[in-house]
């Protein structure tokens, strides 16, 4: 089936420095990809939609200049959390849309800890 | 009302069992249905996608539209221990256009336990 790839899988760093996750879909062009974040046990919150060649569209509360998101491809969308502080730690997830099938699949995730 | 709805569980089966997910939604709208399982700590997993009216199976799963009702279903024939996780209903509009455009809106989610 589709598979989507994140980069990497777990990461930790100091506060005020930045991170880049890497989203990539194998097994079919996405030209539409999100991002998402989640806390425990609390659900999913899309933070931002990723279209290749455009700027992405951000959801309300969410900051654009801390959260950069890149999709210059038709497979790779990254999220770069930018000065990162220790609430930022969190679960980001991305997932990708196969419009030939209209399915959306998600990646393993990131695991991201502030310190 | 909240866009989807789902009753958050936890739903709780013995081994062997028919666990029946239940998910309403308010956008008439909505085009595309689909069910994802997600354990704890993982992301989220396709587990079927439905877009038109009556039943679609695959497997021991099978999933359920009724557009009229505003309802969607997913039955889980033989449940087993493994399929202990948190089943997530979501919806798409599709052609909305704008920043709605192939969002997916979660219900929050069912926790369903097969226990032996």
């Known amino acids: 089936g589709a598979v989507v790839s994140q980069h990497p899988s777990r990461v930790i760093c100091k506060s005020g420095t930045s991170v880049k996750i890497e989203c990539r879909s194998l097994?079919?062009?996405?030209?539409?990809m999100f991002w998402y974040r989640q806390f425990p046990k609390q659900s999913l919150m899309l933070m931002a939609t990723?279209?290749?060649?455009?700027?992405?569209?951000?959801e309300q509360g969410v900051e654009k200049d801390k959260f950069l998101i890149n999709h210059a491809s038709l497979t790779l969308s990254t999220l770069t959390v930018t000065s990162a502080h220790p609430e930022d730690s969190s679960f980001y997830i991305c997932s990708a849309i196969n419009w030939q099938s209209y399915e959306q699949y998600f990646g393993p995730g990131t695991r991201l800890t502030v310190t | 009302q909240k866009e989807v709805e789902q009753n958050s569980g936890p739903l709780s089966v013995p081994e062997g069992a028919i666990a029946s997910l239940n998910c309403t939604y308010s956008d008439r709208g909505s085009q595309s249905f689909f069910w994802y399982r997600q354990y704890s700590g993982k992301s989220p997993e396709l587990i079927m996608s439905i877009y038109s009216n009556g039943d679609k199976e695959d497997g021991r799963f099978t999933a359920q539209l009724n557009k009229a009702s505003q309802y969607v279903s997913l039955l889980i024939r033989d449940s087993q221990p493994s399929d202990s996780a948190t089943y997530l209903c979501?919806?798409?509009?599709?052609?909305?256009?704008?920043?709605?455009?192939?969002?997916?809106?979660f219900g929050q989610g069912t926790i369903l336990t097969v226990h032996p």
């Open positions: 097994d079919f062009q996405a030209t539409t």
């Open positions: 990723s279209n290749e060649g455009s700027k992405a569209t951000y």
């Open positions: 979501a919806v798409r509009r599709l052609g909305a256009g704008g920043t709605s455009y192939g969002k997916l809106t």
